[in-house]
């Protein structure tokens, strides 16, 4: 056994005992303490744990840094290694790192849990670059993932980085980006006019870069490879046994010696295998150091790219090769370099290796269709010594990720033959999201020519994602040979394809007519470019037109102006209202410092407890034995439901959901136990050896199986107004539609977790939970555990992104470890895995909608029918409050005389549905602006007018009576026209799709009108705590939650004014019910309206005991007169409390008022669809917003942002897939696919309206978290409206059903053409799905 040494941050770490089972982010996390690194997602999906891997090679006295997912990285393979976190690159303490003080600075970290990964990321790059470019940066990125921030400020925030953005101070009075210019337009840096301001951070304040600064290469460690030659590793443990040869001889004499070994490299498989398909090897051998299987090499036929490459060294190799030997050798070159760039991200890039893709061999590889279509060979070697040289093609692959190597071999290297003038290859891919993501299909395909380029010599085309093994098709290849590259050949070509490349209805992977009809579409795109090379093209005699750019979408740079009203100057400078002030907690935010409930330092009697949970959707439990689990080393306790002291029901509305589950499981992902062991390791291998019998009942999983059977959560909710019947009998049109609108995961990048302490007395108990509610948490464990309210103390610091998702599911979860934590008597702490969060918290509910709807031949509305059904889950949990928001936000910005709107929620077998940013309005209101379309489509008459004609004015009544006042939707509306320019840049699309036929572009404007307040009416309250010490440090508490809205930074900016100090001497330590009572959840955008006023209150009252000290003492400070004051014995603490009385609206009768008010918007987004792939590109997107006097912009704007991102992924890209019995499949970041940094608006503008104040909310501000996020809607009609340009050209005109999301595979196959029509779809009921959609 080797003793273990690694470098981290500087610091030499040995470890004579080192866990060989243990990753990188564990073992820094646990054993080092270092918590900077997040647990995100644990399968390389999410960037959160990124940290650097520098090491140095004496041969070449070399150091080499690369960015890598810690979650993957097994900590052995660090072996004289050095690694850097986020701690070792700057700290508030010392020095902040410039990426770390930009991003901050920037507004580029909201809830912070993605910050220190994508500031490594950054860091990383700039080790190997220091002026990098936009390109390089967005690529950088392409593995990290932010739910919050809508990416665009820390783009903006980086771009300081580069040559062309950078500040160059140049100038002698600071930036030289802040001189006005001669047209006073503010988008080219001018930062304010009249009053308008357009910057939200100050570039010339960043400290320079200075890469002199940066952490060295260990010296020491320098001298220790200088010192010693490569060595033959081991590191035994209790399972496992951890090899690391560096010799391909050693390896061969591993192999013999143990012939199960599991080789690996990146372990970017093996790695995922382990922790998430329970798969266990008991020798690994890593290969990552053996000199013969890291070579690259070229010689005269091509290059040879040893197994253990990765693929950012062949990336590398292959761009010199394509720079420096002749255009005609490297064409499959170019298309491997493109196919990387798709590969994955930076940080699986850097370890993964191209042996370890060729040997998984997954059906949906990347690499292997090019390999496979550039004829490239692989050279095994057998434990005896013996090479042979093997073709990669269909006999290499014999069946689902199995392959024809022998028992006794190993992969040694690839050989890429070089290609030559007549030859052409070309990659394609597919996948749900353009960066980081595994394909959908892929393909590549190869043709040669004979010398005149008349007739076809070779062609090889292998597809990938179309059957259990990638696949050349051959029948199809064979048919072309000796044949002229024309339209005869396409379309025999396209007929040979469909048959060769078919699919069953039913087939793995579901989506059956889409993967087909890409067959044809890359066949298509490939025929094209092939034939624009040969320079052939006869446009006459072709159907298809030439002009058109076939290419995969690459983004340009990223382009954005933000504009927003400027503090006037003579305000004082102790008011902080209104200004651009970055988040309190940001530099903690940066440098891994702000603490999360995982990162608190463990307790010495702590336990970890794994859920035990339902596989089966809807069954009996017929037994459970723990007993194997129980045997277990370091395993404590299985708790169920008998542990349960007090009630083992709870729920918000109906206390419905089990805590733990007695009988009869109603869905996967519902707890039946928890095992508690001494770490999560344990707790988790222990759960899995827990043994469940079940009786299965018939499951319902969509919403359509739940009409059919009735199955429904109470009684349907009604709104109407007017006269429906007379609306239709008056109209002059009347239209009939439906559509869906899925669900989507919360994807807070900090899962549930929490942590519960046993007090020893009186059944006390003290909770830090990441939740939104924290009274939500005390009624749940103190009701679980049989004890008063007054024995639980909840306790939030900062939540890692909320979004709904921690509103009634973190008192779940609470309660489960306080059972646990009551029965052993020891700190529990409990934190959900990604799949395990995915799989059982719920979603944003799906909905059906089907609609009635009369109009006039103008486009007025005069009634309208809408049945609304939700997917409300197994439970009620929020269900019902859901459904009444849904109802009265479907009338969106209409005023039609005459409706109603039935909503049913129905029960399935899926986890519950729950709160989501927008509570159910977002997919009422789509359902709202769909009938739009389609009565404009209808009559043939422009959509801008049928929303002008139909909108409210100011004095309206909506159709739940309230009467709307203070309208500022037409300012918005108008603005939003002239700032996106949106008149002549319709023209211009109308223009471009003239031209494009596989191509289109789509504009669409969408205006928002959000109700702010709670539907429950006693929730709109809150109460606030201020405590100003004798220093005159002031202490503020307030009943809300920061998950990264900015919370706590505008309820300092508040108390500054309030009591008219600066922020600097206010804090925000954490929320608590022992300091503030029974707080309503961090919801329903009103947090800062609520907790504000409360806040105000209680500052107002401290401000009125201090007037007299003033008056005594006019030019005193805040000190002195807070230091009288307490000599005095005038209490310096005060509580504020605020009930807003204006929502009291009585569903029964419906009277009253049900909003405070309303947050008005509009947007206009421009895309273009690639009509063969149905891959989009969001082109530009404007927004303006009136949020009343902002109290903050830049958490204002960055709220809008974060919101219309979050709006574009559940429009057009989230999608969860569920098994036919009810199991999740989308169940982490490699399925569920949220936008990444280069799924946003190239050109992406927001401004906010000026001088728009509202009477109704602290300071004159309005609430921001929810009302953007439907303004994303554009993007989705902006995409339809492409479509319908593309079936025009298809000869197909009129209303077309789009469901939502959006995602590559519904814009395909609305597309119709020639090559979806060979696909139709199967009749539903005729065969048994792979998936379905809830
Ligand atoms: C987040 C994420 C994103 C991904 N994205 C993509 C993607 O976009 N496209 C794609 O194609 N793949 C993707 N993958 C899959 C994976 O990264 C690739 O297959 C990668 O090339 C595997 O290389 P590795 O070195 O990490 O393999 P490892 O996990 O180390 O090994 C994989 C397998 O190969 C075997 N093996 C390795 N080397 C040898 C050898 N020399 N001889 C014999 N057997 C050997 C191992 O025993 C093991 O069975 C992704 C994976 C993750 C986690
Ligand atoms: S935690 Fe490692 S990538 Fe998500
Ligand atoms: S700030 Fe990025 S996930 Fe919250």
């Known amino acids: 056994m080797d003793t273990f040494i690694f470098f981290c941050n500087g610091n030499k770490i040995i470890d004579p005992n080192v866990d060989n089972e243990e990753t990188l982010l564990s073992y820094l996390r646990t054993k080092l303490r270092l918590t900077g690194s997040k647990w995100g997602c644990a399968e390389g999906g999410c960037g959160a744990c990124t940290v650097m891997v520098s090491e140095y090679d004496p041969e070449h006295d070399e150091i080499s840094h690369v960015s890598v997912n810690a979650c993957l990285t097994p900590v052995c393979s660090l072996h004289l290694k050095a690694v850097t976190t986020i701690e070792g690159i700057g700290s508030t303490k010392t020095k902040l790192h410039p990426v770390q003080e930009r991003i901050a600075k920037s507004h580029g970290s909201q809830c912070g849990f993605c910050t220190p990964g994508i500031v490594m990321s950054m860091y990383t790059l700039l080790r190997n670059n220091q002026l990098p470019s936009m390109e390089d940066i967005e690529t950088t990125l392409q593995g990290n993932l932010c739910r919050c921030t809508g990416y665009r400020p820390i783009l903006e925030g980086f771009k300081t980085f580069t040559k062309k953005n950078g500040c160059c101070k140049e100038q002698a009075n600071g930036c030289c980006k802040s001189t006005v210019n001669s047209t006073g337009d503010l988008s080219e840096g001018n930062s304010s006019i009249n009053g308008i301001c357009s910057r939200l951070f100050e570039p010339e304040s960043f400290t320079p870069y200075d890469a002199t600064m940066d952490i060295i290469f260990p010296p020491e460690l320098i001298m220790i490879l200088k010192a010693s030659k490569p060595q033959f590793l081991q590191f035994i443990g209790k399972r496992l046994k951890w090899l690391q040869p560096v010799t391909l001889q050693q390896v061969l004499d591993v192999k013999a010696e143990y012939p199960d070994v599991k080789f690996t490299v990146g372990n970017t498989e093996v790695g995922v295998e382990v922790k998430f398909k329970n798969s266990f090897y008991p020798i690994i051998c890593s290969c990552t150091q053996v000199s013969e299987m890291n070579r690259l090499d070229v010689d005269a036929a091509g290059v040879r790219i040893g197994a253990s490459v990765t693929l950012t060294r062949l990336y590398k190799f292959l761009q010199v090769q394509q720079q420096t030997l002749p255009v005609e050798k490297c064409k499959?070159?170019?298309?491997?370099?493109?196919?990387?760039?798709?590969?994955?991200?930076?940080?699986?890039?850097?370890?993964?290796?191209?042996?370890?893709?060729?040997?998984?061999?997954?059906?949906?590889?990347?690499?292997?269709?090019?390999?496979?279509?550039?004829?490239?060979?692989?050279?095994?070697?057998?434990t005896k010594g013996n090479r042979r040289i093997v073709k990669i093609d269909n006999e290499f692959y014999t069946g689902y990720r199995q392959n024809a190597m022998r028992a006794d071999e190993v992969l040694s290297s690839v050989h890429i033959p070089f290609t030559n003038e007549n030859e052409f290859i070309y990659a394609y891919k597919q996948a749900h999201r353009r960066d980081d993501d595994i394909a959908i299909v892929n393909a590549a395909m190869r043709v040669r020519f004979d010398s005149s380029h008349s007739k076809v010599t070779e062609c090889s085309l292998a597809f990938g994602g179309m059957a259990a093994t990638t696949k050349l098709a051959l029948k199809t290849g064979k048919a072309v040979i000796g044949r002229a590259w024309n339209q005869s050949l396409l379309e025999d070509v396209c007929t040979c394809l469909a048959d060769e490349m078919s699919l069953p209805p039913g087939a793995p992977g579901g989506m059956v007519e889409y993967r087909q009809s890409l067959t044809l579409s890359f066949f298509f795109k490939f025929y094209m470019t092939v034939k624009n090379h040969l320079a052939q093209f006869d446009c006459k005699s072709s159907k298809h037109s030439t002009t058109d750019n076939l290419v995969a979408f690459h983004r340009g740079e990223i382009m954005s102006t933000q504009l927003f009203q400027e503090v006037p100057s003579n305000r004082s400078p102790n008011d902080a209202v209104g200004r651009p002030i970055a988040h309190t907690s940001s530099f903690q935010q940066a440098t891994g410092e702000a603490v999360y409930v995982d990162d608190m330092r463990s307790l010495q009697d702590e336990l970890f407890m794994a859920l035990v949970c339902s596989q089966h959707a809807h069954a009996n439990i017929i037994s459970v034995d723990f007993s194997k689990a129980l045997a277990l080393d370091g395993v404590h306790a299985y708790i169920d439901h008998k542990d349960v002291p007090g009630n083992n029901l709870i729920g918000v509305i109906v206390r419905d959901e089990e805590v733990f589950t007695k009988k009869e499981v109603t869905c996967c992902g519902q707890a039946i136990g928890g095992i508690v062991a001494k770490d999560r390791k344990t707790a988790q291998r222990a759960a899995k050896l827990v043994k469940i019998e079940y009786e299965d009942l018939e499951t319902i999983v969509t919403i359509q199986q739940a009409i059919n059977r009735q199955s429904y959560l109470g009684e349907p909710k009604i709104f109407q107004n007017g006269d429906i019947e007379e609306g239709f009998r008056k109209s002059e049109h009347i239209l009939e539609g439906e559509m869906r609108v899925g669900e989507q995961e919360h994807f807070y990048l900090e899962t549930n977790s929490c942590i519960v302490i046993p007090k020893g007395e009186k059944g006390e108990m003290e909770v830090y939970s990441a939740t939104q509610s924290p009274s939500d948490v005390q009624h749940d464990v103190s009701r679980v555990l049989g004890v008063p309210s007054n024995r639980v103390v909840v306790k939030v610091k900062r939540v890692g992104g909320g979004f709904g998702g921690k509103e009634t599911k973190a008192g779940l979860l609470a309660a489960r470890a306080a059972v646990a934590s009551h029965k052993l008597n020891r700190p529990i702490r409990c934190v959900l895995d990604r799949d395990e969060d995915m799989g059982s918290t719920g979603t944003r509910h799906a909905y059906l909608g089907r609609y009635k709807v009369g109009f006039s031949n103008d486009g007025r509305i005069s009634a309208l029918k809408l049945n609304l059904y939700s997917n409300g889950g197994n439970s009620v949990d929020l269900t019902f409050s859901v459904m009444f928001k849904s109802l009265s936000h479907a009338d969106c910005c209409y005023n039609i005389p005459n409706r109603k709107i039935t909503g049913y929620m129905c029960r399935t077998n899926i986890p519950s549905n729950t709160a989501f940013r927008g509570f159910g309005a977002p997919q009422s209101m789509m359902l709202m602006e769909n009938i739009v379309n389609d009565v404009a489509t209808f009559l043939k008459i422009s959509h801008e007018k049928v929303r002008e004609i139909n909108m409210y004015e100011e004095g309206d009544y909506t159709h739940y009576m309230q009467k709307v006042e203070n309208i500022t939707l037409r300012r918005c509306w108008d603005e939003c026209v002239q700032k996106s320019n949106y008149e002549h840049r319709k023209q211009k699309v109308v223009e471009f799709n003239r031209l494009n036929r596989w191509k289109k572009r789509?504009?669409?404007?969408?205006?928002?009108?959000?109700?702010?307040?709670?539907?429950?009416?006693?929730?709109?309250?809150?109460?606030?705590?201020?405590?100003?010490?004798t220093d005159g440090s002031v202490l503020l508490t307030h009943g809300g939650v920061e998950m990264g809205q900015g919370l706590h930074t505008k309820m300092t900016q508040v108390a500054s004014r309030e009591l008219g100090i600066s922020i600097d001497k206010i804090h925000i330590s954490e929320t608590s019910t022992n300091t503030v009572p029974n707080t309503s959840p961090s919801a329903a955008s009103t947090s800062s309206d609520l907790n504000g006023m409360a806040v105000r209150n209680a500052c107002r009252a401290i401000r009125e005991r201090l007037v007299p000290f003033k008056k005594d003492n006019p030019k005193g400070t805040w000190e002195d007169w807070v230091i009288s004051a307490y000599k005095k014995g005038v209490s310096l603490s005060s509580t504020g409390y605020y009930e807003n009385t204006k929502a009291n609206y009585d569903f029964g009768n419906n009277k009253g008022q049900a909003y405070y008010y309303y947050t008005y918007g509009v947007g206009v987004s421009e895309v273009e669809i690639d009509c063969l792939t149905g891959d989009h590109q969001v082109l530009r997107t404007d927004i303006v917003m009136d949020v009343g006097d902002s109290l903050n912009p830049a958490i204002d704007i960055g709220q809008i942002e974060g919101a219309f991102i979050q709006g574009y992924g559940l429009f057009t890209l989230e999608e969860h897939r569920w098994s036919p019995s009810g199991r999740l499949l989308t169940k982490g970041p490699g399925f569920y696919k949220i936008p990444g940094f280069s799924d946003i608006p190239v050109e992406f503008n927001v401004s906010l309206l000026a001088g728009v104040p509202n009477d109704s909310a602290v300071c004159s501000s309005k609430a921001i978290g929810e009302p953007p996020l439907f303004l994303a809607s554009s993007v989705f009609y902006a995409i339809k409206d492409a479509i319908a340009s593309a079936r025009s050209d298809a000869g197909v005109d009129g209303i077309f059903r789009l469901d939502s999301p959006a995602t590559a595979e519904v814009i395909r196959m609305a597309c119709v053409d020639e090559f979806t029509k060979p696909f139709p779809e199967s009749e539903p009921g005729t065969f048994t799905p792979f998936f379905v959609r809830s």
């Open 332 to 382: 499959s070159f170019v298309a491997f370099l493109e196919m990387i760039h798709w590969f994955a991200g930076d940080q699986i890039r850097n370890v993964a290796s191209i042996g370890g893709n060729i040997v998984t061999g997954s059906p949906i590889s990347d690499l292997v269709p090019i390999l496979m279509a550039a004829r490239a060979t692989i050279e095994l070697v057998s």
């Open 1002 to 1029: 789509g504009l669409y404007i969408i205006p928002t009108k959000f109700g702010i307040g709670f539907e429950a009416r006693f929730l709109n309250q809150a109460g606030a705590l201020v405590m100003v010490y």
